[in-house]
């Protein structure tokens, strides 16, 4: 049986067009940013829902809460951003997330509240870092300016986190 030679090579010239054929901005700093930024959003979005369900003191509650806004607000904005750019968004946290959003929901009480406070510091130390890489990377000037005026609330969710560790665990919700 004789093949076409065409047939069996265009499978491959497909294949070598791939990069060629993925949105003109994702592959950029600020595509990768944008990308980056909505797993944080997502996971905390996602672990904080668990929150409101497992936390048992009402301070950890509104925290939850007032993560779930901030960062619906952010993402509303990324998307607006992405998708003016033509830059995809993952729509699930991967895997590693993923995983950390299912350990804190097999989690109680003062063990779950540790640990989801834990991973709020962790977090937004990561968050904070990606939006300070686009600050110094960042080519287009709206992406950067998202960053910038991001870093403030950031900044606070992290202080508001590492206060609600200490001892007294007392954290004004700052709005």
């Known amino acids: 049986m004789r093949r076409n030679p065409v047939l069996l090579i265009a499978p491959l010239l497909l294949a070598s067009c791939a990069p060629s054929m993925m949105a003109p901005n994702a592959g950029t700093t600020d ?84 640990a989801y406070l834990q991973e709020q510091v962790v977090a937004h130390q990561f968050t904070l870092s990606l939006l300070q890489n686009e600050q110094l990377g960042g080519k287009d000037a709206a992406v950067v300016a998202f960053a910038n005026e991001q870093v403030g609330p950031i900044q606070e969710h992290l202080a508001q986190a590492q206060a609600m560790m200490m001892p007294d665990g007392a954290v004004p919700m700052n709005h």
């Not at 909505?38 to 409101?52: D, K, M, P, R, Y």
């Not at 003191?57 to 007032?66: D, G, N």
């Not at 904005?77 to 950390?100: D, F, H, I």
């Open 31 to 114: 595509g990768l940013f944008l990308q980056a930024i909505t797993g944080s959003n997502l996971f905390e979005i996602q672990s904080s829902q668990v929150a409101l369900s497992k936390a048992t003191t009402p301070a950890l509650k509104a925290y939850a809460q007032h993560l779930i806004d901030d960062h619906q607000k952010a993402q509303a904005m990324v998307s607006t951003l992405a998708a003016a750019r033509g830059v995809p968004l993952p729509k699930v946290l991967p895997p590693e997330l993923m995983l950390k959003v299912n350990t804190l929901a097999m989690m109680d009480g003062a063990a779950f509240e540790k």
